[in-house]
Every structure is written in C-alpha cells, then in structure tokens.
C-alpha cells in the first residue's frame, strides 16, 4: 500500500527549462511534505518542505506547490541546470506514533539536458 | 559540519551470516531510522528509534533488529542474510525540535551498500 506516489520515473529537461516533479499521496493526515534529492553513491539531501496549510513554498529555484483537495503536491525548478541532475524522492511526514517519520515514494531521476 | 557516519559504504557478504551495519550522528538528535532503498521501490523505511534503548518497526522489519545503547549509535542487524537483502541502507536521524520549518526534516548519512552472494 503507497501512500506516497510518484507516477514518473525518470524525466529529461533542457537546461534553463522548467522542471515539474510530480507527487500524489493518500493519507490525509500527513502534516508536512518534503522533497529530497539523491546523487548516486551518496545519501537523500533535504531540499524543501511545505506544511500541509500552506499551498506554496518557495527557496530560490526551487518552489513545492500543495493542492490538498486532489493529494496532490509538485516541485518546480526554475532555471534547471544540470547539476539538478539526480533522484528526486517526495516525502511525507505524520505525527501519529512516538516519532515522526517520513514515507518516501519511489523517486524520478530528473536528467538536465545541454 | 553535522553527520552522519555510516562505518561501512560497501559490504559483501554471504548467505546465512550475520550482518551489522553502524550509524554515528553527531547532533545529539533523538531520533535515528533505518531505510532500505531499491530501484522502483523507493526507500522503504525498516526501524526506527525515539530514545535510548527504545525502538519501533517500520514498515519492512522482518529479517531486521536494532540496538541503541548509546543516544549517538543506532545499529541494524541481519540475524541471517539472505540474498533478497542486498540493497543500499540509508541511516538517518532528527531532532524532536522541529526548527523554523516546522518540518521534520531528517538528515542522512551515505549509505552502506550490501551484497548477500
């Protein structure tokens, strides 16, 4: 049972472009999402987070946008350069239990093309 | 610079050995987890750890133990590797204190990637 999704597993975008990384999700009570980015050989870095009363966040050329009606949330980076070239995990966060945890999807490697 | 230290990046092991992987931060954070990452599954969370001594599954805890003596070391154990656990292991860790974000952001070492032959 994926409570987070990211239906794309790989996407290709010229550098300068935008790049759109998608993320669906099904348990309501997630009170934040995060995006991670992996280069090979090395661990998930964090790069931005929304909480889930906001509908948009923004650091630099990195902007997550949350629409809560459709459990949806995406992240744009504007300009794409190639060294965005990585795994981009979406990740959500709740607070049930004694430690908040993060659920991950399945990631998209982002390519940034010349 | 804050991390965290994961003792081995690459191991090769065989079937039926017991396995321990090691994980050191060094930002007096409560929380410490263990994932699994594989290709088209994402990762995949396995133990994870509130306190010293305390522990709870994740999602995928068979064939998998934990041990946390010390507030800084969070340790996985493979009782009996087996062949369908080779995979990259990603520990990590994170502060009760959520920060300006109010995310709970984790922060992750490099990775232990192990091979079951």
């Known amino acids: 049972d994926q409570q987070v999704k990211q239906n794309s597993p790989s996407l290709s975008v010229q550098e300068g472009r935008i790049s759109i990384l998608n993320c669906d999700y099904t348990?309501?009570?997630?009170?934040?999402f995060l995006w991670y980015k992996k280069y090979p050989a090395e661990g998930p870095t964090f790069l931005i987070s929304?909480?889930?009363?906001?509908d948009k966040n923004e650091d630099g050329r990195f902007t997550v946008f949350l629409n809560k009606s459709a459990k949806h949330l995406s992240l744009h980076i504007v300009p794409s350069q190639p060294g965005d070239s990585a795994v981009y995990f979406c990740?959500?966060?709740?607070?049930?239990?004694?430690?908040?945890?993060?659920?991950f999807g399945t990631g998209t490697r982002l390519q940034v093309t010349l | 610079d804050v991390k965290v230290t994961q003792s081995s990046r690459y191991l090769v092991k065989r079937t039926g050995e017991k396995v321990f992987l090691e994980c050191v931060q060094d930002?007096?954070?409560?929380?410490m987890f263990w994932y699994r990452q594989d290709p088209g599954l994402g990762l995949r969370l396995i133990y994870f750890s509130y306190d010293v001594k305390m522990k709870e599954k994740g999602d995928i805890p068979e064939g998998y133990s934990v041990s946390r003596e010390k507030k800084e070391r969070f340790s996985l154990i493979l009782e009996s590797a087996s062949t369908n656990q080779t995979s990259m292991y990603l520990c990590a860790s994170s502060s009760v204190n959520r920060g300006a974000s109010g995310a709970n952001v984790l922060t992750f070492g490099a990775g232990s990637r192990l091979t079951v032959l």
């Open positions: 929304i909480s889930s009363i906001k």
């Open positions: 930002m007096d954070h409560e929380n």
């Open positions: 990740a959500a966060s709740d607070l049930e239990g004694t430690a908040s945890k993060l659920t």
């Open positions: 348990n309501s009570m997630f009170d934040y």
